[in-house]
């Protein structure tokens, strides 16, 4: 185990030293500790490693990540995980406004609550969080799965395109061209993934799948006037 003190080195080396592991370190576990809710920790990690932060995180923590996966043991500012590409990301608190935006894929599962626009303009990512998410949640996501074991805010999925989105409690309201879809027995197997992949003990059966309703991103000549 690598111990880094973030507050007394600072958090250039951190990242410079882990930007320098490879598919064939052996350095595989690190632990930070003070991060005090600073700003971009582990961000751009490229290498199956595990990054333990033990507190609270700011802006963009595990932003572009790839192989590495990443506990915070607290809360995450904006941006946790944005544009991240591969690996796990996990958060034990709650998480700020657009967790997961742009991501491409992997997973990010947050325990506690995420804020607005979680998941916005998603690309392949899967999202699970245990607790709700706020409004504008899931804003133009193009592919993935966003899972929400609580309650979601006013306008999910607005202007939605191909994501799916899973929801056990109640929905404020709908975003543009969002709409409930039927269940099938292939959503109930994928999220019965997803659920186990998040740690979470929910049953599939209790969700509810939105989806798009595909009239936004299909040209229409009544529009073109």
């Given at each position: 185990m690598q111990t880094y003190d973030l507050e007394a080195e600072g958090l250039?080396?951190?990242?410079?030293?882990?930007?320098?592991?490879s598919e064939t370190t052996n350095q595989t576990k690190w632990e930070i500790v003070n991060p005090k809710g600073s700003h971009a920790i582990a961000v751009?990690?490229?290498?199956?490693?595990?990054?333990?932060?033990?507190?609270?995180?700011?802006?963009?923590?595990?932003?572009?990540?790839?192989?590495?996966?990443?506990?915070?043991h607290g809360s995450a500012g904006p941006g946790v995980a944005e544009n991240m590409m591969s690996g796990t990301v996990i958060i034990d608190g709650d998480a700020s406004q657009y967790a997961g935006a742009t991501g491409h894929g992997g997973t990010l599962v947050i325990k506690g609550n995420a804020s607005s626009r979680c998941g916005i303009s998603m690309k392949g990512i899967d999202i699970?969080?245990?607790g709700n998410v706020g409004h504008m949640s899931a804003f133009?996501?193009?592919?993935?799965?966003?899972v929400?074991?609580?309650?979601?805010?006013?306008?999910?999925?607005?202007?939605?395109?191909?994501?799916?989105?899973?929801?056990?409690?109640s929905v404020k309201s709908l975003g543009a061209d969002c709409i409930e879809k039927e269940m099938r027995p292939e959503h109930i197997e994928i999220l019965r993934d997803l659920l186990e992949k998040g740690g979470c003990d929910a049953k599939p059966e209790e969700f509810r799948r939105y989806g798009s309703a595909r009239q936004l991103y299909t040209f229409k000549i009544d529009n073109a006037y």
């Amino acid at each position: 185990m690598q111990t880094y003190d973030l507050e007394a080195e600072g958090l250039r080396g951190l990242n410079s030293a882990l930007h320098a592991q490879s598919e064939t370190t052996n350095q595989t576990k690190w632990e930070i500790v003070n991060p005090k809710g600073s700003h971009a920790i582990a961000v751009g990690l490229d290498a199956p490693i595990e990054v333990n932060v033990k507190g609270s995180t700011g802006y963009y923590c595990a932003g572009m990540n790839k192989q590495a996966t990443i506990l915070v043991h607290g809360s995450a500012g904006p941006g946790v995980a944005e544009n991240m590409m591969s690996g796990t990301v996990i958060i034990d608190g709650d998480a700020s406004q657009y967790a997961g935006a742009t991501g491409h894929g992997g997973t990010l599962v947050i325990k506690g609550n995420a804020s607005s626009r979680c998941g916005i303009s998603m690309k392949g990512i899967d999202i699970v969080v245990h607790g709700n998410v706020g409004h504008m949640s899931a804003f133009m996501a193009q592919s993935g799965n966003l899972v929400v074991c609580g309650d979601a805010g006013d306008a999910l999925g607005d202007s939605i395109y191909e994501a799916r989105l899973f929801v056990r409690g109640s929905v404020k309201s709908l975003g543009a061209d969002c709409i409930e879809k039927e269940m099938r027995p292939e959503h109930i197997e994928i999220l019965r993934d997803l659920l186990e992949k998040g740690g979470c003990d929910a049953k599939p059966e209790e969700f509810r799948r939105y989806g798009s309703a595909r009239q936004l991103y299909t040209f229409k000549i009544d529009n073109a006037y």
